[in-house]
């Protein structure tokens, strides 16, 4: 493990023993933690497979009816993400502006919807938007809200992207003649959206853990879905409910940081890229500048 | 605007739940948080094991599910929470938890490997070397991030309205139940209330990093 490596030097004889002293004990309490948690659950009764059942038996519909709300809260997070993509972009790109007038009413809404809960937003777009005459059905209601919460948070990760790539890059871009668009989206962006993929993915899992806010205003998600299926079969079987609904967020936010992971390898695999390679491949040699 | 004057005490109250849920449920994510990086640079895998799961199982649930455990599946386990602001507070607690030994853990590994190694070879003692040279540094590293986790503790906080504690958020919803022409004017002002909040640490976290920044 490389985080070992700051804090301890390889150990001798009596070091070893020490660790294997600390594994002892720490697996102990580790295996009455498991125990605890176990006993309580056994003494509710919770551990009965009959209650368990439930979350994998077909005929009683709540394997299907769960994917069928994974789907409803994967729409909803995926055109959320799409949209405050796109718009964190346009923000971070006023805010990153020359004009003056440009980029102070960026700036503002960046740091209002930023400053703000999104469930505020929700209930804005739910409760006031309908006021003002703008009426959305529920799928929308809950889409606005987080599009206007993460775009404000993406366009702060995008632009403190850009700035982070060193100034010389710019400079060269410059150098050669390109205009600031061009050294805008043919050298900054490029590399920003590289080195920023790891922040902006975990806001992408932050964005569908949200779509659970959704319960709130009565969009049929995942969590809105348990709690329909707590309340036809009975809090008998709450737990087991609460802990499958969990279980899919944990798994599909996994599956997206995996992939991330997996992009980013791909990405810093194939490095300054084929162009670089191939007219002066003696470069490749060099280590990175970043 | 007169809606929020006339129910200015509601809206305060509203304000000073925001905040108090918020410091508890943040002392206790920050006690946890610590003693689960702690766990996770320790040498013993068992503990490690441990911090490595609660960490990608609480990060990667939404906090509301883990609200919902609080409130609804605990008394079925015969372990009810006496008040809705304990389960708030442990809702946010153990859910930031996971972020702070992230941003601690990442923190410790930011102090280069040459800072621990110099220590050793003058002779510190390992306990030493954590408490002048790698601590001072890594937690001077974590100041930012940190104060990221408060901000966004702050502003998780409004869950709470889902889960009958009457801070800010359910003041505002509340309020624009009664009073339906001033919807806007409530939630601005309820929006003014959060970034008093979020726009002060800010600042003042900005001034603590300068201040308190590593020089590499």
Redesign the interface.
Known sequence: M????????RLGPRGRRN?RI??A???V??LL?IGLALW??G??G?LEAERWAILLDPSTGVPQGILRALGATLRAALVAMVLSMVLGALLAAGRLSDRAWLRAPTTATV??F???????LI??AY??LP??GITLNLFWTLVVGLTAYNMAVLAEVFRAGILSIDRGQREAGYAIGLRKYQVMSLILVPQAVRRMLPTIVAQL?TLL?????G??IGYFEL?RQG?AY?QFFG?RY??QI?VG??AV??TV??LL?WFARWLERRSSASPRTAAAASTAPELDAAPAPD | MQAILENRELFWSGFVTTLSLSVVAALLAFVLGTLLAAF????????Q??AVVYV??V???????VW??MV??LP????GLPTFFIAGVLALGLYTAAFVCEAV?SG??A???G???AA?AIGLT?TQ??RFV?LPQALRTVVPPLGNQW?ALT?????G??FAITE??AV??RL?NTN??Q??QI?LG??LA??AI??TS?GLLGVLERRVAVLR
């Open positions: 490389s985080n070992q490596a700051v804090l301890y030097d660790v600390g594994t004990v720490g697996g309490f580790v933690l309580q659950l003494r509710s919770q740091q209002f930023r400053g703000v809960p999104l469930l505020l209930f804005f409760l006031a006021r003002i899992v853990k949200d779509t659970s806010l319960f709130v969590l709690n707590i809090s709450g737990l609460y609904v969990a967020y944990i936010n996994l940081s | 996770r640079v320790s040498p013993f895998p068992p503990l094991g441990l990608e199982a990060r990667n649930t939404p906090l509301t599910v919902f455990f609804f599946a079925l386990l015969g372990l853990r410790i590994n102090v280069s490997a800072q621990a190694e050793r390992f070397t954590l790698v901000i502003k998780n906080s409004s869950i309205a889902a800010i958020t505002a919803q624009s339906p022409a919807v806007v939630f309820a929006a959060y970034l979020t726009l800010g």
